[in-house]
């Protein structure tokens, strides 16, 4: 295992000065040789975007990493999508009110259609729904207390109808991609036409690589850039140099180390915005009862081994904020619970009170996860060894297999290193999603990695069910004291959104989520 950052402080700096430097050196090469279009830089209707993660499909049933959802939402659209404030906007509905408690009225705008001239109908909506729903392991899923159903009024219009009140629905059905029902099926869909601004003409699944161009029907204010070419870069180092070459425009995901190195060079500008993922690592809450691991207090006497204040200093460089709570402080009806505390001689005189010696736990996580993952990694694991406690890494790369370790139908581990999105911009949601585990969910592996606490999953239902925001506040902010008194993660943090980009491009505004709209942006000149 190489040596900690905390060890090496000027390594990856200077890895990444070094690349900058050379030019068109040998890191320049390496990134051509790997990562070039064949036509080298972009042209001059063309922007050219460099994830950090592979984008496998454009569909989001099964998984939505957050810069993934600018591309997906320029294919597919939803009713809503939330906006750089964090409150819904209407998009394929012209009209979403609340009638009663347990019912919506919605209305499709008029006229809308999808790339290929046919029109949305209202089926399509209800067939998404019931698609999202039958997905096994969804990342949507979680999200919602109970999937609401569509009674059709006329050719345009219709009810959504749930069982018990879901005060938020407007929020929520922005992470519905409605699709031709014909062809939607409870499965991320690697083909098929959307009603976005652009449409794919290009795809390949296994390199991460699409190109999208115009959609020459939109129903709407027809995008400023003819194409887009979508690639994954895995190597931030090449992701910096192609962004400085010319080779990209936009870069996401980005470093402090990054963003320093490339802020005030000709030709590039950084983008920020605060945001509402919460990074974690998580315990598994599927070990058996006779697990130390098992025991809060093993949990907690853990996370004073973990020196926060220097991996958000020294490693991710003031690029983000330590949680004070169990979700990020943004979001609407998120408060403080407590603060994570560094003192390795009480994590060790904790574990030996509690008896517990020579403990060896497993972290897992997937490559591209969060910014600098594998450097907040191997320092954790020395910041454990220091108190008594054997970690070993073990990383997945992108599009592997990690799922199934996180269902825990695959291989043993302890912690789990893994970003969560509040796509909504609510507490409620995420706090449904990671920490509202019922028995049922749990037999299909559904729950937040067994996180299983039915007076917590109580409390979040009736805040989900609750229409006065005063007294949901209240039932949220009582869960979310429970949650911490469980002792969910070792450490936790709250990253900004940052990106880089050529400054011939204009118009991102970037939002917290981590994404912005692909088609208001345009080019100079």
Request: proline share 6%.
């Amino acid at each position: 295992m190489t040596k900690d950052f905390l060890a090496q402080p000027f390594s990856r700096r200077n890895l990444l000065r070094s690349s900058l430097l050379l030019g068109a050196g040998l890191a320049v090469g390496t990134a051509a040789a790997g990562c070039a279009t064949p036509t080298g830089r972009p042209g001059p209707t063309t922007v050219s975007l460099a994830l950090n993660r592979s984008l496998v499909t454009l569909d989001n049933k099964l998984l939505q990493y957050d810069a993934a959802l600018t591309v997906q939402r320029a294919v597919r659209q939803a009713l809503t999508e939330i906006d750089q404030n964090l409150r819904p906007r209407l998009v394929l509905a012209d009209e979403f009110r609340l009638t009663s408690p347990t019912q919506w009225y919605v209305r499709l705008r008029p006229g809308i259609h999808y790339s290929d001239g046919s029109p949305v109908r209202v089926d399509d909506v209800a067939t998404a729904l019931k698609m999202y729903s039958q997905v096994d392991g969804s990342f949507v899923g979680g999200f919602f207390p109970e999937w609401p159903t569509v009674v059709q009024i006329d050719e345009t219009s219709f009810r959504l109808n749930t069982q018990r009140p879901v005060p938020v629905l407007d929020y929520l059905m922005s992470n519905i991609l409605i699709t031709p029902a014909a062809a939607n099926r409870p499965e991320d869909l690697q083909s098929g036409v959307g009603t976005g601004p652009y449409v794919v003409t290009a795809a390949d699944r296994g390199s991460g690589t699409y190109t999208l161009v115009r959609n020459e029907k939109y129903w709407g204010t027809a995008p400023h850039v003819e194409s887009v070419q979508v690639r994954f870069m895995p190597d931030e180092t090449s992701r910096v140099v192609a962004l400085r070459s010319g080779e990209i425009d936009v870069i996401d995901s980005i470093t402090p180390d990054s963003a320093d190195q490339i802020a005030g060079l000709s030709g590039v500008a950084i983008d920020r915005a605060d945001g509402v993922r919460l990074n974690q690592l998580f315990y598994n809450f599927r070990k058996p009862p006779n697990s130390p691991m098992a025991d809060a207090r093993v949990r907690r006497a853990l996370t004073y081994a973990i020196d926060g204040p220097s991996l958000i200093d020294n490693v991710l460089q003031g690029s983000a904020t330590a949680s004070r709570g169990v979700i990020p402080l943004r979001l609407d009806g998120a408060i403080e619970t407590g603060e994570y505390v560094y003192d390795p001689d009480r994590a060790k005189a904790e574990l030996n009170k509690l008896g517990v010696r020579d403990l060896q736990i497993k972290i897992i996580w997937e490559s591209g996860e969060f910014a600098a993952d594998t450097d907040i990694m191997e320092s954790v694991v020395q910041m454990l060894s220091a108190v008594g406690v054997r970690a070993t890494l073990q990383q997945f790369e992108p599009g592997g297999d990690i799922a199934q370790w996180r269902q825990g139908k695959a291989g043993d581990w302890d912690v789990l290193g893994n970003g969560y999105p509040s796509p909504t911009g609510l507490a409620l949601t995420i706090m449904q999603g990671m920490y509202a585990g019922t028995p049922e969910k749990e037999a299909t592996r559904d729950t937040y990695h067994g996180f299983l606490f039915p007076e917590i999953t109580a409390l979040i239902t009736q805040a989900s069910e609750e229409a006065d925001p005063a007294r949901r506040a209240t039932l949220l902010a009582d869960a979310q004291r429970r949650v911490w008194d469980t002792c969910p993660m070792m450490w936790s943090f709250v990253p900004k959104a940052v990106l880089g980009r050529r400054t011939r491009i204009e118009g991102i505004a970037l939002r917290p989520t981590n994404s912005y709209d692909l088609s208001a942006i345009s080019l100079k000149g």
